[in-house]
């Protein structure tokens, strides 16, 4: 989706920080089918299985196929608005709701009706591949759990929460361009930021309830060994909850989430109901790690320093083209939305590797916390050895591919670490 691939990739969203490798909102999973009741836990660490690794291979090679497809719809999209007329055509078939003008040079209406449009065009084009990235891929690897009609649910679900915000954030700023066309950008990327830190703070009591059940951890061994963790790293714990992943998922997983009152640590029960108590240890040490560094803070931070940059860019793009092209009538003109898509687009990818970069050191440093803390490396190393099977995570991508994808190192590389960490002096088994 055109304006979709804009969002994930310019906007710093209130992602959560989590534990396994990337892509956590389709993780993945082993060769049994999902199981209601919980499994007893695994005895003795985990051992590679080498089938999984070809598999997870093939799965990663063909979720990048499915990315660079997206990302050539997306921009084929966006030429064809842009160079064949299409965007003038268009704002000019529904001039006719231009007449309302509250500011100078905003018209609310057409401005809405051409995003609309756009947003709707977008979102129906997009469904082919929604539907095979998104269902038939993870459930032909056997890491999805969930009938067609819950996905269907979820993807109304999150079109019905996603086309108001979108629609509300167009009419917004092009209110600014109208009436502060030289420092939209800044007012923009004040928003922006105001927007995370908020939904960052209402996601997990707000968003995520919508499509996970959570409940705080029953009491028992791993409750008290993370509240132990907890106490020892002087921070407060305002939660640890287990969330419902089977119901979509075989994948485990584990994150931060929430600011300020709603953080919180969240565990799979993917996760809970297959691993030793040692690993889930690990798992919650390292998600204590972010808290203690204050992760989402920092990436909130970077994030909103980078969409401000980018802002800055695209107001001199906008500026420069709309002087140059006559068919503009400026730059609150609607027609000017496939070309504002078209520059943060563009910024998005080109920023896409740094702040995976820097998401991929966040995660070490954690990594570096749930060793430390737990002075346990043959646990984290089984752990991840367990996470690269169930959830068909390759340990060794190329280093392009990292360099690129990757917002948290490589499971090969995590689990290298760890042997480091044991082998260096004075580490007590
Ligand atoms: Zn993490």
């Given amino acids: 989706m055109v304006l979709a691939l804009v969002q994930r990739t310019a906007l710093p969203l209130p992602l959560p920080v989590c534990m396994a490798a990337e892509q ?11 199981q209601s009741a919980p499994t ?6 985990a051992e590679l299985d080498p089938v999984r690794q070809t598999k997870a291979r093939r799965y990663a090679r063909q979720r990048q196929v499915l990315s660079l497809v997206n990302l050539g719809v997306s921009a084929a999209l966006i030429a064809v608005l842009l160079f064949s007329g299409l965007s003038f055509s268009l704002r000019d078939a529904l001039s006719a709701l231009g007449g309302w003008e509250p500011l100078v040079g905003w018209q609310p209406l057409l401005v809405g009706a051409y995003a609309l449009v756009l947003l709707v065009a977008a979102t129906i084009l997009g469904l082919p591949l929604a539907y095979y990235s998104g269902f038939v891929l993870p459930h032909h690897y056997g890491l999805s759990t969930q009938p067609l009609g819950d996905w269907v649910t979820d993807l109304l679900k999150e079109v019905a929460i996603s086309l108001p ?18 420092t939209w950008w800044l007012w923009t990327g004040i928003a ?7 939904l960052t703070n209402l996601a997990p009591v707000l968003l995520l ?8 951890l029953p009491e028992g061994d791993v409750r008290s060994r993370a509240l132990s963790l907890a106490a020892k790293a002087r921070t407060r714990v305002r939660g640890i909850y287990s969330m419902n992943m089977s119901s979509r998922t075989t994948a485990a997983n584990a994150m931060v989430m929430g ?7 969240i565990v799979g029960d993917t996760l809970l109901d297959r691993y030793t108590p040692d690993e889930i240890e690990v798992v919650v040490a390292h998600e204590l790690g972010h808290q203690v560094h204050h992760d989402i803070p ?3 931070a970077v994030g909103s320093l980078t969409t401000l940059g980018g802002l800055y860019l695209v107001n001199l793009m906008l500026h420069a083209v709309v002087a140059r092209v006559p068919q503009y009538t400026g730059l609150a003109d609607p027609a000017t939305l496939p070309l504002l898509a078209a520059a943060v687009g563009v910024f998005g990818c080109i920023v896409l590797p740094l702040q995976n970069g820097f998401s991929r050191w966040v995660e070490r440093q954690a990594d570096q916390y749930a060793l430390e803390a737990t002075r346990n490396p043959s646990a984290f190393i089984s752990a991840m050895t367990r996470l690269a099977n169930q959830n068909l995570a390759e340990l060794e991508p190329s280093p392009l591919v990292e360099f690129l994808l990757y917002n948290h190192p490589p499971v090969g590389k995590r689990i290298t670490h760890a042997r ?3 082998a260096a002096p004075g580490l007590r088994s």
Avoid: C, D, S
């Fill in 24 to 34: 956590p909102e389709q993780p993945e999973q082993p060769e049994q089918p999902p």
């Fill in 40 to 45: 007893p836990p695994p005895a003795g660490p």
């Fill in 165 to 182: 915000f979108e629609l509300a954030a167009v009419e917004f700023v092009y209110a600014l361009l109208a009436a502060t066309p030289n």
């Fill in 192 to 198: 922006v930021l105001f927007f995370t830190v908020l």
């Fill in 209 to 216: 309830p919508l499509f996970y059940k959570l409940q705080p």
């Fill in 259 to 265: 600011l300020g009152n709603t953080r919180r640590i």
């Fill in 298 to 300: 920092k990436l909130v």
């Fill in 420 to 422: 480091r960490f044991a």
